[in-house]
């Protein structure tokens, strides 16, 4: 079966580096998304990993795994305004757009 | 240039009616996808259409169903309304032009409360 997992909460202070994991196990990939939820507003896209290794855009990171079926986003230099929910989303097959979402992980970044 | 937009924003219904919800996509995206967003099960999957064809479908009842037009403007339709059915239903739309990364842009989403 098709499972997502990440942790429900984390927190952090403004400044510091946070990392969110996301474990999958899914009947097919072909590719991993991470995604920004602030409460009351639409998902945003962060990254895309489809290959094994590290993708880096600005403050933010993403790692994949394929072989471990696992994945990571980094935020460094945390603001407030990154306090959100983050999900971490796979698609299994290349022929739709369809996106698997874990449940996300809720992130608040304090003084 | 617009992004996906959702109408309407906040529907409230009681047990046993029916709704509509509308999408219109980004322009130029022929793929939309509709999910269901709860508390307890996050962001789950209901269907995807591409030129007016669904060919994806999540694990959802009969109730659920949808189609889209040839302007790629997308409809759900929700009948026999029950409690459970109150969550945040969202829209999405990509090129879907056979590229890798294919991102999909959501729309703000339909508040649905169900009394």
């Known amino acids: 079966g098709q499972n997502i997992d990440q942790p429900t909460e984390m927190t952090a202070t403004e400044g510091a580096i946070v990392q969110i994991n996301c474990t999958y196990q899914t009947s097919g990939f072909n590719g991993l998304f991470w995604y920004q939820q602030h409460a009351g507003e639409a998902p945003t896209f962060l990254s895309y990993?489809?290959?094994?290794g590290l993708e880096e855009k600005g403050r933010f990171s993403s790692f994949l795994s394929r072989s471990k079926g696992y994945s990571y986003l980094l935020l460094k230099e945390l603001q407030m305004k990154d306090s959100a929910s983050y999900l971490c989303?796979?698609?299994?097959?290349?022929?739709?757009?369809?996106?698997?979402f874990g449940k996300g992980t809720m992130l608040l970044v304090s003084p | 240039k617009a992004g996906v937009t959702q109408t309407p924003r906040y529907l409230i219904k009681t047990r046993g009616q029916q709704v509509t919800l509308s999408c219109s996509p980004i322009s130029g995206h022929r793929s939309v996808s509709w999910y269901q967003q709860t508390p307890g099960q996050g962001l789950q999957f209901l269907f995807e259409?591409?030129?007016?064809?669904?060919?994806n479908k999540g694990n959802f009842p009969g109730r659920f169903s949808g189609r889209q037009f040839s302007n790629s403007r997308s409809e759900m339709n929700v009948s026999t309304l029950e409690l459970g059915d109150s969550a945040l239903y969202l829209c999405?739309?990509?090129?879907?032009?056979?590229?890798?990364?294919?991102?999909?842009?959501f729309g703000p989403g339909t508040r649905l409360t169900v009394l």
């Open positions: 989303a796979v698609r299994e097959n290349s022929g739709y757009s369809t996106l698997t």
């Open positions: 990993n489809v290959l094994d």
């Open positions: 259409y591409f030129s007016e064809t669904q060919r």
């Open positions: 999405a739309s990509s090129l879907a032009r056979g590229l890798a990364y294919n991102e999909q842009f």
